[in-house]
């Protein structure tokens, strides 16, 4: 019987792609998304999800009104993403799958959040699962326009299931459009081996043996008409048939990495994070691989107080800021603007932009929406950074204001011009569902 809704699925969704001819619903990517949906139905999910639960309403987080509320919801998400990453074990289907994603509904699917790890709305994240020593070849197209950047990573273990570190994992290997070389056509291949690049400028080394996940970031800032790039893997040296899903014992295998990752995750956030003081941020530092640079702060305010953000972007191609509920995760991309970035955003006068993050809406630009929580991360992101930038000027001001307060020179926001922002970010949104 499974194996028959399976299959019923996989006809059903050829067809619903070829008719839609978007980019990212491919057959394989929803055959795991049904196949996460069953897994979360699970018992051992169930009981995991649970434990999650208990482990956040422990954590100090917990006590501010924002964690509290949030920690259900935060606790589904990771669980989610533990799904995929137990989907992404499997050497038998080489594939490109995207997780890592908000909540999304396509295809008589409705597909939970997934993500975590203050995950960030501009991107696109992809990973595909590949044999160490093992032989592929990865062929993509980039869309005119397309996304900023787009980014490969060969990655030494899943994020938050290896040693703590900064980036949650260590590459082993990497490359990014800027040293990518695209024929006329915006088509590309990259070599996936475990050789030597030798005089192959297209190419990931791996690792001779392992099982290794290849994580991929498409970068967008203008989402309207950024759609992402077509990504597919074929292995060259060898072919395995598909092993069947078996959605209690890959429920078994999810719950088994929940119960690692979400302790892990915890535990970044009060390292890296929470060990700050409050309503800062911490300097702004170089990220591993050319990804540009980072930072990332905590607030509490009171109801009737904002934070001001006032940031360069350093002539970066992308500038992103965004802030996530207490425990890491990001909130829903298409309904609330708690993300800005370079192209979303208006700058002043100067060129620099000035960001507000408050519990109520203050009636001003480049507002970040928390939807009502007055607690939570902020982090800021510069990609495509110019060569010699000074990092040192790119956070500019930080201070702490009531709202009445506020700095006239920011241009007002009226309530039915807020509404209409909210229902471009949506649509905006749709593009990567949709093309």
Same mark, same amino acid.
């Given at each position: 019987?499974?194996?028959?809704?399976?299959?019923?699925?996989?006809?059903?969704?050829?067809?619903?792609?070829?008719?839609?001819?978007?980019?990212?619903?491919?057959?394989?990517?929803?055959?795991?998304?049904?196949?996460?949906?069953?897994?979360?139905?699970?018992?051992?999910?169930?009981?995991?999800?649970?434990?999650?639960?208990?482990?956040?309403?422990?954590?100090?987080?917990?006590?501010?009104?924002?964690?509290?509320?949030?920690?259900?919801?935060?606790?589904?998400?990771?669980?989610? +993403? /533990?799904?995929?990453?137990?989907? #992404? =074990? $499997?050497? *038998?289907?080489?594939?490109?799958?995207? !997780?890592?994603?908000?909540?999304?509904?396509?295809?008589?699917?409705?597909?939970?959040?997934?993500?975590?790890?203050?995950?960030?709305?501009?991107?696109?994240?992809?990973?595909?699962?590949?044999?160490?020593?093992?032989?592929?070849?990865?062929?993509?197209?980039?869309?005119?326009?397309?996304?900023?950047?787009?980014?490969?990573?060969?990655?030494?273990?899943?994020?938050?299931?290896?040693?703590?570190?900064?980036?949650?994992?260590?590459?082993?290997?990497?490359? +990014? /459009?800027?040293?990518?070389?695209? #024929? =006329? $056509?915006? *088509?590309?291949?990259?070599?996936?081996? !475990?050789?030597?690049?030798?005089?192959?400028?297209?190419?990931?080394?791996?690792?001779?043996?392992?099982?290794?996940?290849?994580?991929?970031?498409?970068?967008?800032?203008?989402?309207?008409?950024?759609?992402?790039?077509?990504?597919?893997?074929?292995?060259?040296?060898?072919?395995?048939?598909?092993?069947?899903?078996?959605?209690?014992?890959?429920?078994?295998?999810?719950?088994?990495?929940?119960?690692?990752?979400?302790?892990?995750?915890?535990?970044?956030?009060?390292?890296?994070?929470?060990?700050?003081?409050?309503?800062?941020?911490?300097?702004?530092?170089?990220?591993?691989?050319?990804?540009?640079?980072?930072?990332?702060?905590?607030?509490?305010?009171?109801?009737?107080?904002?934070?001001?953000?006032?940031?360069?972007?350093?002539?970066?191609?992308?500038?992103?800021?965004?802030?996530?509920?207490?425990?890491?995760?990001?909130?829903?991309?298409?309904?609330?603007?708690?993300?800005?970035?370079?192209?979303?955003?208006?700058?002043?006068?100067?060129?620099?932009?000035?960001?507000?993050?408050?519990?109520?809406?203050?009636?001003?630009?480049?507002?970040?929406?928390?939807?009502?929580?007055?607690?939570?991360?902020?982090?800021?992101?510069?990609?495509?950074?110019?060569?010699?930038?000074?990092?040192?000027?790119?956070?500019?001001?930080?201070?702490?204001?009531?709202?009445?307060?506020?700095?006239?020179?920011?241009?007002?926001?009226?309530?039915?011009?807020?509404?209409?922002?909210?229902?471009?970010?949506?649509?905006?949104?749709?593009?990567?569902?949709?093309?």
């Amino acid at each position: 019987m499974k194996i028959w809704l399976i299959l019923t699925c996989l006809i059903s969704c050829l067809s619903a792609a070829e008719s839609q001819a978007a980019t990212l619903d491919t057959p394989e990517q929803l055959e795991r998304e049904q196949t996460l949906i069953q897994v979360l139905k699970q018992p051992e999910m169930r009981r995991a999800t649970a434990r999650v639960e208990f482990l956040y309403a422990s954590d100090p987080r917990a006590i501010t009104s924002a964690g509290k509320r949030t920690i259900q919801r935060a606790a589904k998400s990771i669980a989610a +993403q /533990s799904v995929y990453y137990a989907l #992404s =074990e $499997d050497i *038998s289907r080489p594939a490109v799958s995207w !997780s890592t994603a908000a909540r999304h509904k396509w295809h008589g699917l409705d597909v939970p959040n997934s993500g975590f790890g203050i995950e960030n709305p501009d991107n696109i994240y992809q990973v595909m699962t590949v044999a160490g020593g093992g032989r592929y070849l990865l062929r993509g197209k980039m869309p005119k326009p397309g996304p900023v950047q787009i980014h490969f990573e060969v990655r030494d273990s899943l994020p938050g299931l290896g040693q703590m570190a900064v980036e949650g994992f260590r590459q082993l290997d990497t490359i +990014q /459009s800027e040293q990518i070389q695209f #024929s =006329e $056509d915006g *088509s590309f291949d990259i070599s996936i081996d !475990s050789d030597p690049p030798a005089d192959r400028r297209n190419h990931l080394q791996i690792p001779t043996k392992g099982v290794l996940q290849i994580g991929v970031r498409q970068l967008l800032t203008n989402w309207a008409n950024q759609p992402p790039a077509s990504l597919q893997i074929q292995r060259l040296d060898a072919t395995l048939p598909p092993a069947p899903r078996d959605y209690r014992a890959l429920a078994q295998r999810a719950a088994a990495i929940l119960d690692q990752i979400a302790p892990y995750w915890l535990n970044y956030n009060n390292k890296f994070i929470y060990s700050r003081p409050i309503n800062s941020i911490a300097p702004v530092r170089q990220r591993p691989g050319g990804r540009g640079l980072s930072t990332s702060g905590h607030y509490a305010l009171r109801q009737d107080e904002a934070m001001l953000i006032r940031v360069d972007t350093l002539g970066s191609a992308s500038f992103g800021i965004q802030i996530t509920d207490p425990w890491g995760v990001a909130y829903e991309y298409g309904a609330r603007i708690s993300s800005l970035n370079n192209a979303q955003a208006k700058p002043d006068a100067h060129g620099l932009f000035t960001f507000v993050i408050s519990a109520k809406d203050p009636g001003v630009i480049n507002w970040l929406d928390s939807g009502g929580y007055n607690s939570g991360i902020v982090t800021l992101r510069w990609q495509g950074v110019p060569q010699g930038a000074a990092m040192d000027l790119a956070i500019r001001d930080i201070r702490l204001v009531k709202l009445s307060a506020l700095d006239s020179s920011l241009s007002r926001v009226s309530p039915s011009a807020r509404k209409e922002e909210r229902r471009k970010r949506a649509r905006d949104y749709a593009v990567r569902l949709t093309r």
